[in-house]
């Protein structure tokens, strides 16, 4: 009998034991469960505020000249690069169905639709290519109105006290498409971009004779305002070295001007005044490890 009741007291032990086990097991599920949502729930609370606030380092360009910062946010990103690697890319219906598309410069999407695509959210248009977008305004700021622009260049050119001969140039595109929103680089990021350039490569951007890309204020861009980005028609920092690489036109557009790697070596190689594309890309493939970013057209091994 006493055999019985010890039996029987190991066995409520023992159900009290697993009864324990399994109430610690929940306690801890709920605790992470409540844990991740808060994390989830923070995020989302943080690209609410960062929507509401706009990206600092962009201002835009007003006649009455009201300080508004870039107000735009968006999940999933695709990047079209202006490269020839984007002709017969057929990249159309993957591009147009992404939340944001990021364009340069004057890359025009008419005649060229199926490969990249018929959207534009943003367009990041060099200092030099503004005269380009202003002999086709019609096209750019008034069919393209619902467009962002955002521009970047020197602060000689940028300059707000009327001697800024391209800020000028866009103040009366402000004034003559008032509903178009153009943006320009403040001088703060510009310098900024520097520094990233630098604490990327260990060189002093200005004392080596380079200019950064447009490609590069491009993805800085990116990354301020995208959970994630498709890069398309972008070649890595490796491609032109390699012996069966392709040979294609520099912009897609322009199909007799100078091949693609020839221009970077070009670029990569001269002393004064050179855009540095290929170490740019170098760039990338690094922050490709710590953000979400994928390359197509062509894929990159990272």
């Known amino acids: 009998m006493n055999m ?3 039996g029987l007291g190991s066995a409520q032990s023992l159900r009290k034991s697993q009864f324990f086990r399994w109430l610690c097991l929940i306690s801890l599920s709920l605790t992470l469960l409540l844990f991740w949502l808060g994390q989830v729930i923070k995020r989302e609370r943080f690209h609410v505020s960062l929507h509401n606030r706009g990206l600092t380092g962009y201002a835009r360009i007003t006649p009455d000249g009201t300080d508004q910062l870039l107000d735009l946010y968006c999940h999933r990103c695709a990047f079209v690069s202006s490269s020839g690697q984007m002709l017969g890319a057929a990249a159309r219906e993957e591009i147009d169905n992404t939340d944001c598309v990021i364009r340069m410069n004057n890359a025009p999407t008419v005649g060229y639709e199926k490969d990249v695509g018929s959207l534009t959210t943003v367009r990041v248009v060099s200092h030099t290519s503004v005269p ?7 096209y750019y700021f008034r069919q393209s109105a ?14 707000q006290d009327g001697k800024g001969k391209v800020y000028n140039a866009l ?5 003559k498409y008032p509903e178009v929103k153009i943006y320009a680089v403040t001088k703060e990021k510009i310098e900024y971009c520097d520094d990233v350039f630098q604490n990327e490569t260990g060189k002093n951007r200005m004392k080596t004779g380079a200019f950064l ?15 994630s980005v498709n890069v398309y028609g972008m070649i890595d920092n490796n491609y032109c070295s390699r012996a ?3 040979v294609v036109p520099y912009h897609y557009y322009e199909s007799k001007r100078i091949n693609e790697c020839r ?3 070009v670029h990569e190689n001269t002393k004064r005044g050179g855009h540095r594309f290929i170490t740019e890309k170098a760039i990338y493939a690094k922050w490709a490890t710590r953000h979400k970013m994928e390359f197509k057209n062509p894929s990159w091994k990272i």
Do not use: Q
Not at 132 to 138: A, Q, S, V
């Open 4 to 6: 019985f009741f010890l």
């Open 132 to 138: 380009l977008l202003i002999r086709n305004e019609h």
């Open 146 to 159: 619902n467009t962002t622009y955002v521009f970047w260049g020197p602060e000689r050119n940028m300059r």
């Open 171 to 175: 103040l009366k595109i402000t004034k």
């Open 213 to 227: 890309s447009t490609g590069f204020f491009t993805m800085i861009l990116a990354l301020d305002m995208c959970d």
């Open 244 to 246: 069966n690489h392709s």
């Open 263 to 265: 221009m970077y070596n």
